[in-house]
Protein backbone atom coordinates (compact mmCIF):
# COMPACT_ATOMS: atom_id res chain seq x y z
CA UNK A 1 0.00 0.00 0.00
CA UNK A 2 1.18 3.35 -0.73
CA UNK A 3 1.54 6.40 1.59
CA UNK A 4 -1.66 8.32 2.30
CA UNK A 5 0.42 11.43 3.55
CA UNK A 6 1.11 13.72 0.56
CA UNK A 7 0.36 11.38 -2.32
CA UNK A 8 3.95 10.19 -2.93
CA UNK A 9 5.19 6.79 -2.42
CA UNK A 10 7.54 6.63 0.87
CA UNK A 11 7.29 3.28 1.54
CA UNK A 12 5.31 3.07 4.61
CA UNK A 13 1.70 2.12 5.11
CA UNK A 14 1.22 5.96 6.32
CA UNK A 15 2.88 8.80 6.95
CA UNK A 16 2.11 12.44 7.81
CA UNK A 17 3.26 15.43 6.02
CA UNK A 18 6.17 15.95 8.60
CA UNK A 19 7.64 12.76 7.07
CA UNK A 20 7.87 14.13 3.97
CA UNK A 21 9.30 17.71 4.99
CA UNK A 22 11.03 17.07 8.55
CA UNK A 23 9.73 19.02 10.93
CA UNK A 24 6.95 21.14 12.27
CA UNK A 25 7.04 23.86 9.73
CA UNK A 26 3.53 23.09 8.11
CA UNK A 27 0.45 25.01 9.22
CA UNK A 28 -2.46 22.27 8.20
CA UNK A 29 -2.10 18.54 9.84
CA UNK A 30 -2.88 15.45 8.53
CA UNK A 31 -5.70 14.64 10.39
CA UNK A 32 -5.63 11.28 12.44
CA UNK A 33 -8.45 9.66 13.82
CA UNK A 34 -10.61 12.70 12.99
CA UNK A 35 -8.40 14.70 15.32
CA UNK A 36 -7.24 17.55 13.00
CA UNK A 37 -8.47 20.28 15.42
CA UNK A 38 -6.00 18.56 18.17
CA UNK A 39 -2.52 20.62 17.37
CA UNK A 40 0.36 19.75 19.97
CA UNK A 41 1.15 22.15 22.27
CA UNK A 42 3.29 24.69 21.72
CA UNK A 43 5.42 24.30 23.93
CA UNK A 44 6.12 20.40 23.61
CA UNK A 45 9.59 19.04 23.22
CA UNK A 46 10.96 16.94 20.19
CA UNK A 47 10.76 14.06 22.08
CA UNK A 48 7.01 14.73 23.68
CA UNK A 49 6.21 14.96 20.01
CA UNK A 50 7.53 11.83 18.83
CA UNK A 51 5.45 10.32 21.96
CA UNK A 52 2.20 11.98 21.68
CA UNK A 53 2.34 10.48 17.10
CA UNK A 54 3.72 7.04 18.81
CA UNK A 55 0.47 6.92 20.98
CA UNK A 56 -1.76 8.51 18.26
CA UNK A 57 -0.61 5.72 16.43
CA UNK A 58 -1.32 2.65 19.40
CA UNK A 59 -4.66 3.74 20.01
CA UNK A 60 -5.38 3.03 16.01
CA UNK A 61 -4.42 -0.78 17.29
CA UNK A 62 -6.25 -0.71 20.67
CA UNK A 63 -3.34 0.19 22.91
CA UNK A 64 -3.83 2.54 25.43
CA UNK A 65 -0.83 4.60 26.71
CA UNK A 66 0.85 6.52 28.84
CA UNK A 67 3.82 9.06 29.17
CA UNK A 68 6.11 8.78 31.25
CA UNK A 69 5.60 6.31 33.02
CA UNK A 70 7.69 4.38 36.19
CA UNK A 71 7.67 1.04 35.86
CA UNK A 72 10.33 0.68 38.60
CA UNK A 73 12.66 3.13 40.66
CA UNK A 74 15.20 4.80 38.90
CA UNK A 75 13.33 4.35 35.23
CA UNK A 76 10.81 6.64 33.55
CA UNK A 77 9.36 5.53 29.85
CA UNK A 78 8.77 7.80 27.65
CA UNK A 79 5.67 5.85 26.50
CA UNK A 80 4.23 2.60 27.92
CA UNK A 81 1.74 1.10 26.07
CA UNK A 82 -1.00 -1.88 27.10
CA UNK A 83 -2.40 -4.23 24.44
CA UNK A 84 -6.16 -5.05 24.26
CA UNK A 85 -4.56 -8.34 24.68
CA UNK A 86 -2.61 -7.14 27.94
CA UNK A 87 0.61 -6.99 26.28
CA UNK A 88 3.24 -5.10 27.37
CA UNK A 89 5.60 -2.64 25.12
CA UNK A 90 7.76 0.07 26.10
CA UNK A 91 8.64 3.10 23.67
CA UNK A 92 11.58 4.99 23.76
CA UNK A 93 11.20 8.45 21.89
CA UNK A 94 14.68 9.72 20.32
CA UNK A 95 14.49 12.96 18.88
CA UNK A 96 18.09 13.11 17.84
CA UNK A 97 21.87 11.65 18.33
CA UNK A 98 22.70 13.30 21.05
CA UNK A 99 19.45 12.67 22.70
CA UNK A 100 20.33 9.08 22.03
CA UNK A 101 23.88 8.91 23.19
CA UNK A 102 22.89 9.98 26.44
CA UNK A 103 20.27 7.37 27.41
CA UNK A 104 22.09 4.95 29.57
CA UNK A 105 18.93 2.85 31.27
CA UNK A 106 17.20 1.50 27.93
CA UNK A 107 18.07 -1.99 28.78
CA UNK A 108 16.44 -1.82 32.15
CA UNK A 109 13.42 -1.25 30.55
CA UNK A 110 13.50 -5.06 28.55
CA UNK A 111 12.26 -6.60 32.17
CA UNK A 112 9.13 -4.68 32.37
CA UNK A 113 7.85 -5.05 28.59
CA UNK A 114 7.00 -7.71 26.14
CA UNK A 115 8.71 -5.79 23.36
CA UNK A 116 10.90 -3.04 23.52
CA UNK A 117 11.26 0.06 20.50
CA UNK A 118 12.82 2.81 19.77
CA UNK A 119 10.61 5.94 18.32
CA UNK A 120 12.15 8.60 16.02
CA UNK A 121 11.63 11.08 13.09
CA UNK A 122 12.35 10.26 10.02
CA UNK A 123 16.16 11.36 9.33
CA UNK A 124 17.33 10.06 12.72
CA UNK A 125 19.96 7.86 11.65
CA UNK A 126 18.78 4.41 12.81
CA UNK A 127 21.75 2.85 12.47
CA UNK A 128 22.86 3.65 15.84
CA UNK A 129 20.09 1.59 16.99
CA UNK A 130 20.85 -1.66 18.60
CA UNK A 131 19.84 -3.95 16.47
CA UNK A 132 16.95 -7.02 17.62
CA UNK A 133 14.83 -3.86 19.22
CA UNK A 134 11.42 -2.45 17.65
CA UNK A 135 11.89 0.89 15.34
CA UNK A 136 8.79 3.37 14.78
CA UNK A 137 9.03 6.03 12.61
CA UNK A 138 7.18 8.98 14.19
CA UNK A 139 6.41 12.78 14.42
CA UNK A 140 3.71 14.44 16.33
CA UNK A 141 0.91 13.56 14.43
CA UNK A 142 1.21 9.48 13.61
CA UNK A 143 3.32 6.52 13.54
CA UNK A 144 4.45 3.71 11.55
CA UNK A 145 6.26 0.20 13.17
CA UNK A 146 8.85 -0.33 10.80
CA UNK A 147 10.35 -3.33 13.25
CA UNK A 148 8.62 -4.96 15.46
CA UNK A 149 10.38 -5.70 18.46
CA UNK A 150 11.31 -9.17 19.24
CA UNK A 151 8.98 -10.73 21.96
CA UNK A 152 10.10 -11.87 25.32
CA UNK A 153 6.66 -12.60 27.62
CA UNK A 154 7.04 -10.69 30.94
CA UNK A 155 6.21 -13.44 34.26
CA UNK A 156 2.42 -13.53 35.25
CA UNK A 157 3.55 -12.13 38.66
CA UNK A 158 5.42 -9.43 37.20
CA UNK A 159 2.54 -8.69 34.26
CA UNK A 160 -0.37 -8.48 36.80
CA UNK A 161 1.66 -6.14 38.98
CA UNK A 162 2.74 -3.49 35.77
CA UNK A 163 -0.97 -3.61 34.76
CA UNK A 164 -1.99 -3.01 38.04
CA UNK A 165 0.35 0.45 38.49
CA UNK A 166 -0.41 1.21 34.87
CA UNK A 167 -4.39 1.20 35.55
CA UNK A 168 -3.55 3.60 38.97
CA UNK A 169 -1.44 5.76 37.08
CA UNK A 170 -3.64 6.17 34.32
CA UNK A 171 -6.66 6.88 37.23
CA UNK A 172 -5.16 9.10 38.69
CA UNK A 173 -3.59 11.08 35.94
CA UNK A 174 -6.99 11.48 34.60
CA UNK A 175 -8.64 12.48 37.99
CA UNK A 176 -5.68 14.86 38.82
CA UNK A 177 -7.40 16.36 34.99
CA UNK A 178 -10.36 16.57 36.19
CA UNK A 179 -9.59 17.89 39.71
CA UNK A 180 -6.41 19.74 40.13
CA UNK A 181 -6.57 19.37 43.92
CA UNK A 182 -6.09 16.23 44.02
CA UNK A 183 -2.05 14.76 43.16
CA UNK A 184 -0.36 11.48 42.94
CA UNK A 185 -0.54 11.21 47.00
CA UNK A 186 -4.03 12.02 47.94
CA UNK A 187 -5.45 15.78 48.31
CA UNK A 188 -3.29 18.61 48.24
CA UNK A 189 -4.32 20.55 50.99
CA UNK A 190 -2.69 24.02 50.27
Known amino acids: MA ?3 VGTDCGLDFCSRCVHFGGMTHTQPTPILGLDHDLPPANAQPGQMLARGVARHLA ?6 VEEFVPARGLRTD ?6 KGEIWVIE ?5 ADYMADQKWQGY ?3 CDRFFWAVYRDFPVDLLPKGTGL ?3 DA ?23 LAFARCAARRLQGHRDPGITATGINAS
Request: hydrophobic share 35%.
Open 3 to 5: CKG
Open 60 to 65: TLDFAC
Open 79 to 84: VYALGP
Open 93 to 97: CKSCR
Open 110 to 112: LDY
Open 136 to 138: IVA
Open 141 to 163: YDAQIVTMGPETKLAPARRKKLT
